[in-house]
Every structure is written in C-alpha cells, then in structure tokens.
C-alpha cells in the first residue's frame, strides 16, 4: 500500500470502522453501567447547604484542601493535559472543519499557532506525569499495562498531529495518515479502557455527591 | 505477614478481585474474555491474601472516597468486598466472634440484660434519678453500645441528668440495649438486618417518637443510614445520634449549662458521624457551650482522619500492629494542636484513642462529649434525691 492508498484507508473505511466500534462501544459500556440500577434509599433523608450530586460534580474539579501540596504534579499537570488536549481536539481550525463536515456544527478556532504551542505545552505536560507515575513508588505500584497503554493511544494522536502540521520526520501525507490511524486507535480504545472515564466521570462524581447528599454531607 | 503502612495499604489497590470480578461477571467483553479463558479468575487463596487489605488495613473511614477526583465512592466498594469475603469465608476471626456473639448473646461483648440492669442500679444510685426500663410511649429510647456498658458507665448516668434537667420522658428497652451493628463490619446484610430489627421491633413495641444512637460511629450508621434499607421500609420513628439530641435541646434552651473546663481542648471527629453521617455543626456547638479554650484538629469535621479502629478493625486482633501505626497520623496531629485533652463523640474511637495514647506514653485523658457536658448542667434542686 502506497502512502496515498494509506492515507485513503484511514480517511475513509478506516475512519468508519473506528467510529462504528467507538460508537457502540460507547453505547454497551454506557448500558453494562446504568443497567445496574441503584435501589431508593429509604432512610430519612438529611438537607445540607452544597450538598448534592451537581455540587459534587464540581467540587471534584478542584483538590481537596491539603492534596495540591501533597500530590503537585498530578493536580498540575492533570490540569495542563486535560485542557491541553481540550484545545488541541476542538479548537484546532482543521478539526472543527472535520466536525462541520459530519454534524454541520461550527466554532471559531485558535490561532495555528496557540494550538502549536498548547500541543507542546501538552505533550511535556504528559511526559511530565509520566515520569511521576514512574518514579514515584505508589503510583508505580498501582500502574498496570492499561495504565501505560492509555497513555501511549493518548499520546500518539497529539504527537503525531504536530509533527504533521510542523512537517517533521516523515512526509506530510504519511505523517497525517499516521495522525489519523492513531486517532482512529485511540476511538476503538476508549469504550473498553480507563479512558471511559470521558464518559463516566461526571456520573460517578454525581452519584457519590447525591448519595452523600442524602446524608446531609457535601462531598 | 506484611508490616507497617505500605504500597499496598492504597485503597484502590485494595480493590483489585472485587474489580475482576465486576469486569468477568457484568461486562461483555469480560465475559467473552472468561469463556475463552483469558482472564485471571479470583481464588480463595487470594482473598485469603486480600483479607489483610479489606479487613486489617480499611476502617471504613471513606477519607480515600472523599478526596477521589473520579467520584469513586471506594469504601462502598470495599463494603461490598467484604459481603464477598464474608460469605466465602475469609472474614477475620474477631470480627466472626463479634458477629456471632451479637446474633446469639445481643452484644460483641458478650454483654446481657442483666449487666446492663447492674449498671442502671449503680447509675440509680450514683445520681439518685430513676433508669426507666421498656416505658412505653416514653419519647426517646436510649441505645447503648456495650463499650459504654462495660467500660464507659458514666454515659448512661449523663443521659439520665440531661434528660431529667430537660424534662424529656425517655427508656432503656429490656429486648434492644445494644446499638452496634458487627455484621455491618463484616459485611453481612441478613445478620445487620437481624441485629437491626431487634431495635426496629423494641422501639415499635414501646411507641417511641425518636431512637438515640449513642456514642458510636458505626451504630449511628448501622441505624441511621442503612437499618430503614436494611429492613426494606422505612421506620415509624426518627433516628438520631445524642449529638444531635443534645444541640436540639441547646437550641430549644433545654440545655442549661455552667462553668468552662479550663484546659485547651480539641475534638476528634469520629468519621462515621462526620464524613458518613453528617453530624458535624453539632459537636462545635456544644464544644463551645462548655470549652473556653477549644482548639481545631487540621483536617476537622468532613476531613478529619480516623482513630485507626474503626470498621470492625479494633475487634480484630490481627489488625493491632497497623493500627499503632496508622495513630501516629492522629497523635501527630494531635500534638499540634497542644490539646491536654482530646474530646470525642464514638466510644469505638475513645478505647482506640485511650490505646493509642497509651502505647506512645501520652498523658492525654479522652472524654466523651455527652458525659462532659453532663458534668457542666446547672444542678436544679431535685436533681440528687
């Protein structure tokens, strides 16, 4: 397969494949979880100020008092690529056209060069974390093959999208098929690993906040 | 057997079979993974390993599900885990003994009526005020736990004064004096249920308006919290811990104290109260109507960090070595505040604290707060007969 040929594959049957799997993916993780169910709490219930699942949803956003001294780097940094990767995805002028395309929903985007350097500033940011969870012994211990393999699907699609745009290493065409192939990678991935948390997290700070709320605590 | 606090002691690795298994059992490509053999089945080997993690090494304090970014509610989990290792055998022997002696005695230790009619004579006695025993239509029934039975007597006579001075009618009951929930610790729900429905029946039988956990964490959680899901309806009487009794009657003025302890003070926020139960303005409030000098703990109310003994933990022998360590969290904090005594509110987390204090030579008396704000009620004429 030539790289044009490549670059027509993951363009088109690729890109349907991955998003098809994504999809349903999505759609089965999002069933095996809800279906579960959860019982109504009988117990008399107790009312207190910021206590609720949307409080909660919230309130997890930030460290609780104490933790961004205790655990820098992973507040800091976390903080870094998730937004990072926020702005790379969807204020990239390229991949809001890519959206446009399929939903016909538009935005106005950054600058090529803010999402430049957002990408950099994003994949030290996860290098950063990296070498954290390497190094440090507890996070070492709890970190299994998932942990690593996550990072590295995640990686991929923001490293190679640089080296597209800033035509290095390879030719462009090559360069854009690898960044669409690693997306692509990175869909198919996402329903069955810890990166369903893009879907779940919300939910699960939400349940805890509620389910505490009833008891009159704000989580 | 593993010592001291470890890499293994985090809570979420704590969590590993349970998560297996919920990945084998209610995932679809786990249970593909499982038919074709690809994953790792959990063994009982392993949760004989696994019992030192789940049992030794977790209070149930729920700090870990509080600081959580994901919102994973993990002592949940690990309360599940344990309905697990319970029914497969691999509860810890204390615990067991516990359970089992509550089902067949009435209390974890051991504890029958007749102790409990002993210490009503000596509180009668001692204070001149009348224990009233399955009065009827009385409005609160009192709950013991038989820490306070056996080693804490001076509740039961501090709950006859302030109930006297508050001229509120009140009763022990003869078939449910006991308010701890050891199969709660276990993770049993049929025996939680059994030992929860002897109180449901007791206050049922003597038309009660309000039951009183005492000063007990797990007792105020067992009741509060899970005794209405427990027994599948909920009660026809409300639930509350003497905390909240005694800032209700300070509210309502029926609360009359007087004079301050003179010495700095400090209270230690029993996690089953505060983080799991919400009871944490009330203790402040009466704190601050007896204390001149009380002083906070870091990390106080929803925050605060746990005795070491909680979750069945101090009735398991095999969990002592890491609970001493686990203290040293307390006494550090502890020190900074220069605290010479530290007030608590759960008699589970006071003969934790007493040990824990003992063992590092601190010359630091632990008071319950009930017993200390009976001591400052301003005496009225008929109070000693």
Redesign the interface.
Known sequence: MGEVEFLNWVRGSGLNIAIAVFLLGVI??LI?IYS?GR?P????P?H?AGASGLH??FR??LP????MKRSPVSYIG?YIFHIGLAVVVFLFAPHIKLIENFFGLSWPGLPSQVVDLVAVITLVAMVVVLVDRITK??KR??STFEDYFTWTVTFLPVLTGYLAVKHLLLPYTTMLALHILSVEILLVVLP?TKLF?AF??FG??????H?NA?????? | MRRGLSVLHRAIHKLEPLRRIYEQEYTLLGRLAKMVGLSKPVTDDELEEWKELVYNSCTLCARCSLVCPVGNDIVYMVRKFREGMAVSGHAPEGLIGAVTRTIEIGSPMGVRLPAVQAQMRHVQDETGIEIPLDKEGAEYLVMLSSMEIMNFPEYLSAIAKIMKQAGKTWTLCSTAFEATNAGIQIGVSDLAKVIVKRIVDGAERLKVKTVISPECGHAYTALRWDGANLIGRPFTFKVLHILEVLDEFRAQGLLKTEGFETAKMTFHDPCQLVRRGGVIEQPRNLMKMVVKDFVEMEDPGKYNWCCGGGGGVSANEEAEQLRLEAFKIKKRQLENTGAKTLVTACANCRITLEEGLEHNQMDIPVVGLTEMIAEHLVETPSAKS
């Open positions: 089965l993780r095996e579960l019982k709490d009988l117990s008399a107790r207190a909660t949803v997890r956003s609780p008092p104490g933790m976390g012994p507890v211990f709890l069955f948390h779940t997290v699960s700070r939400w349940f805890n906040g389910l009833h008891k009159g605590v704000p989580v």
